[in-house]
């Protein structure tokens, strides 16, 4: 059974939750929402949880250390590493970096996203989604915080990452010759693939160390590393009172759509 009265909600599905109430819309008039409620529900009564896993998440999981490295390298400050899950009456979630006495009277919590390519890389052109301002906001409740930052980081690809989208381009029309060996073309989209994926080559030999497989570079001369200070991309969030009232009115309402559906 069920406590839905005290049901808490992950920062990262806040901005599901949230959708519509912009618009005035209840939780009956946003499927995606609701889609959401039904997930949860789903997760809590059948004992799993969702797996999204992706090409963007394995990369984020798996460089998460670097790009918090690479972030305090950039603002030249050591900001503590939080590695505990909050909680309140609203909310539950587990930001990555803070600035202050302790975690509960922290000033500032800094999440980091880790891009998957350049390309995705936000810029000043882009402004903060609206699914990350919720997600920070919520942390910013949950510890008092005033400020909250989104940052962005470009940090080199895995060598296992890299090697899988050598093999999957291998097979690509034209990508061998006659004989079954490399072609140019195969050459050259290699090229293309590291030059896409390493922003920073010495930090990325060392990550060779550690790697049990094969990784042959098919760049010869490289010089396409992109200054550190380049590759962190923050946007900064003010607490917004009125904005965490509404997400706190939005979890109440939640969880009677809940209640009415699911008991």
Same mark, same amino acid.
């Given at each position: %059974? +069920?406590?839905?009265d005290n049901?808490?909600?992950?920062?990262? @599905?806040? !901005?599901?939750? /949230?959708? $519509?109430?912009?618009? $005035?819309? @209840?939780?009956?008039?946003?499927? *995606?929402?609701?889609?959401?409620? +039904?997930?949860?529900?789903? #997760?809590?009564?059948?004992?799993r949880r969702?797996?999204?896993?992706?090409?963007? *998440?394995?990369? !984020?999981t798996?460089?998460?250390?670097?790009?918090?490295?690479?972030?305090?390298?950039?603002?030249?400050? %050591?900001?503590?590493?939080?590695? +505990?899950?909050? *909680?309140?009456?609203?909310?539950? $979630?587990?930001f990555?970096?803070?600035?202050?006495?302790?975690?509960?009277?922290?000033?500032?919590?800094?999440?980091?996203?880790?891009?998957?390519?350049?390309t *995705?890389?936000?810029?000043?052109?882009?402004?903060?989604?609206?699914?990350?301002?919720?997600?920070? =906001?919520?942390?910013?409740?949950?510890? !008092?915080?005033?400020n !909250?930052?989104?940052?962005?980081?470009?940090?080199?690809?895995?060598?296992?990452?890299?090697?899988?989208?050598?093999?999957?381009?291998?097979? #690509?029309?034209? /990508?061998?010759? @006659?004989?079954?060996?490399? @072609?140019?073309?195969?050459?050259?989209?290699? +090229?293309?693939?590291?030059?896409?994926?390493?922003?920073?080559?010495?930090?990325?030999k060392?990550?060779l160390?550690?790697?049990?497989?094969?990784?042959?570079? =098919?760049?010869?001369?490289? =010089?396409?590393?992109?200054?550190?200070h380049?590759?962190?991309?923050?946007?900064?969030v003010?607490?917004?009172?009125?904005?965490?009232?509404? %997400?706190k009115?939005?979890?109440?309402?939640c969880?009677?759509? /809940?209640?009415?559906?699911?008991?």
């Amino acid at each position: %059974m +069920v406590d839905f009265d005290n049901l808490l909600f992950r920062a990262s @599905s806040m !901005g599901d939750i /949230m959708t $519509g109430v912009e618009k $005035g819309w @209840s939780v009956d008039k946003s499927i *995606t929402c609701q889609r959401k409620l +039904v997930q949860i529900y789903r #997760e809590l009564t059948w004992g799993r949880r969702a797996n999204k896993t992706n090409k963007y *998440t394995e990369k !984020g999981t798996k460089v998460e250390e670097n790009s918090i490295t690479t972030y305090c390298r950039v603002k030249k400050t %050591m900001y503590k590493k939080n590695d +505990v899950r909050l *909680t309140n009456d609203f909310f539950t $979630g587990e930001f990555d970096l803070y600035e202050g006495v302790e975690i509960l009277k922290a000033n500032k919590i800094i999440d980091i996203k880790s891009s998957y390519d350049w390309t *995705t890389f936000p810029s000043i052109c882009d402004k903060l989604e609206p699914k990350y301002d919720y997600q920070i =906001h919520t942390y910013m409740d949950l510890t !008092g915080a005033s400020n !909250g930052v989104i940052a962005h980081v470009l940090e080199n690809n895995t060598p296992e990452a890299i090697n899988k989208l050598k093999l999957f381009a291998k097979y #690509e029309k034209g /990508m061998l010759d @006659s004989g079954g060996n490399e @072609s140019d073309a195969y050459i050259a989209k290699c +090229v293309e693939i590291e030059k896409n994926h390493i922003y920073d080559i010495e930090l990325f030999k060392k990550s060779l160390e550690t790697f049990d497989e094969l990784f042959e570079f =098919h760049t010869s001369d490289w =010089h396409y590393d992109i200054p550190i200070h380049q590759r962190v991309h923050e946007i900064e969030v003010v607490r917004d009172e009125a904005k965490i009232e509404k %997400m706190k009115n939005r979890v109440i309402e939640c969880r009677e759509w /809940m209640k009415k559906n699911f008991n």
